[in-house]
């Protein structure tokens, strides 16, 4: 079975600075994708990032970048110039395939705050 | 563009009630669509799933059911809710026949048990 550890359960940045999450995961699978969700105070869950496993190339999204170490099973979200909207819930996630579905297990989450 | 509803979006029952929580999603052909539940400060745990019409896998088993009606419609369902079913209820959709590899949530349902 897959897991994912979210190992910050709380996390605080200065506005404008940098800050990264971090993540690792278990699984024997070798073809997967990873995500990033965000969840703000009112709850919805919103996509941030994703990186296929198969690409080496990290993926980056505006402000947000991911450093994915497949070998590792790692997977942090780094957000530059953070903004005040950026204050929410953090989830990395795993997809598995399932049959003509796909599953998304959750780790347990990051807290983030932006500070003024 | 693709739109997800749920309703309703609080909801208080007392202990042995039955429960009826509707996801509908707009702008999109055989979705698959999932149930998921968040318990307080944690992380989601996928509860169903559906890939078409009358097609519905349970990934945990519970005190719940979830059905499809509709391509565009998944409801989940209990006969007697209990206190442990309090959270907050997630339905997510992605593109059906294997082609989805996000997943874009409602805003969710939070049902209080008491």
């Known amino acids: 079975a897959q897991t994912v550890t979210q190992s910050q359960p709380e996390m605080s940045v200065q506005e404008a600075e940098t800050v990264t999450l971090s993540c690792t995961y278990d699984?024997?699978?070798?073809?997967?994708?990873l995500f990033w969700y965000k969840q703000p105070p009112s709850r919805q869950m919103i996509l941030v990032i994703r990186?296929?496993?198969?690409?080496?190339q990290n993926a980056t999204e505006n402000r947000f970048s991911v450093n994915f170490q497949k070998a590792a099973k790692s997977f942090s979200l780094k957000i530059s110039d953070s903004q005040l909207g950026d204050t929410a819930m953090y989830f990395c996630?795993?997809?598995?395939?399932?049959?003509?579905?796909?599953?998304?297990?959750f780790g347990s989450g990051t807290q983030l705050t932006v500070l003024p | 563009s693709q739109t997800i509803h749920q309703w309703p979006a609080t909801l208080v029952q007392p202990v042995g009630s039955p429960l009826s929580l509707e996801c509908t999603v707009e702008?999109?052909?055989?979705?698959?669509l999932y149930w998921y539940r968040q318990a307080a400060g944690r992380g989601l745990q996928l509860l169903f799933y559906?890939?078409?019409?009358?097609?519905i896998s349970s990934e945990v088993p519970q005190n719940l059911s979830a059905s499809r009606p509709q391509d565009r419609q998944f409801i989940l369902s209990s006969k007697k809710l209990l206190l442990s079913d309090s959270g907050f209820y997630l339905c997510a959709w992605s593109e059906g026949s294997g082609r989805g590899n996000e997943q874009y949530f409602g805003p969710g349902t939070r049902l209080t048990v008491t």
């Open positions: 990186q296929e496993a198969y690409k080496q």
């Open positions: 559906s890939v078409g019409i009358g097609q």
């Open positions: 996630a795993f997809m598995k395939t399932l049959k003509n579905a796909r599953q998304l297990t």
């Open positions: 702008g999109t052909s055989n979705p698959n």
């Open positions: 699984t024997s699978e070798s073809n997967y994708y």
